[in-house]
């Protein structure tokens, strides 16, 4: 199971990359356009969406790796068993609101599918298309924050922390 999660982790981050190096081609594609009139529909929607689409798809593999912000000066004050319970009940408000996210992101994408809504732009895109991307990233996240409560409850969680330095200049 533990293989399995951290491919998967690692497949959410290869597809935030993949969806960044889109925000990169849709960017150039729109300054190409306004260069020599093309007639590109959508390259600043469809840069947003990529944009959208790399920021959740890369929300697990982010937290896997201790790279998102925490908050620790309460976490550092403490020790022992209310260090403990401090993780546990973080991660589980985590859990619960990831969870709710994710199950509003795929009633939305779901949604948008089902009464054929479209973005508003001059780009007509299906909306639950890019919304795709916004569910699945949620739906991981969700699964790598339950991964972590329950490796805490077990005792065998291990905290990576980021190994840049705060600097305060």
């Known amino acids: 199971m533990r293989a399995f999660l951290d491919k998967l982790y690692d497949a959410a981050g290869y597809a935030a990359a993949f969806f960044m190096v889109g925000t990169l081609l849709m960017v150039v594609a729109g300054i190409a356009d306004r260069m020599f009139g093309l007639g590109w529909r959508g390259t600043d929607m469809y840069a947003g969406y990529s944009m ?3 920021g959740f798809l890369a929300l697990a593999h982010t937290l896997k ?11 550092h004050a403490v020790s022992g068993k209310a260090r403990r319970a ?3 009940w ?3 408000a985590g859990c619960v609101l990831s969870g709710a996210f ?10 948008s ?3 054929h ?4 732009g ?3 895109t299906p909306l639950w298309i890019p919304q795709i991307p916004m569910a699945v990233g949620a739906l991981v996240l969700f699964i790598a924050l339950l991964d972590d409560l329950v490796l805490e409850i077990r005792g065998k969680r291990v905290v990576t922390e980021s190994t840049e330095s705060v600097h305060s200049e």
């Not at 790796?65 to 976490?75: A, D, F, T």
């Not at 994710?102 to 949604?111: D, G, I, K, N, P």
């Open 102 to 111: 994710a199950f509003y992101a795929s009633r939305l994408a779901w949604q």
């Open 90 to 92: 973080s991660l589980l």
């Open 86 to 88: 401090l993780e546990i």
């Open 113 to 115: 599918w089902d009464f």
């Open 117 to 120: 809504d479209i973005s508003t």
């Open 122 to 124: 001059n780009d007509a």
């Open 65 to 75: 790796r201790g790279e998102h912000i925490r908050v620790s000066l309460l976490l």
């Open 52 to 54: 959208a689409a790399t």
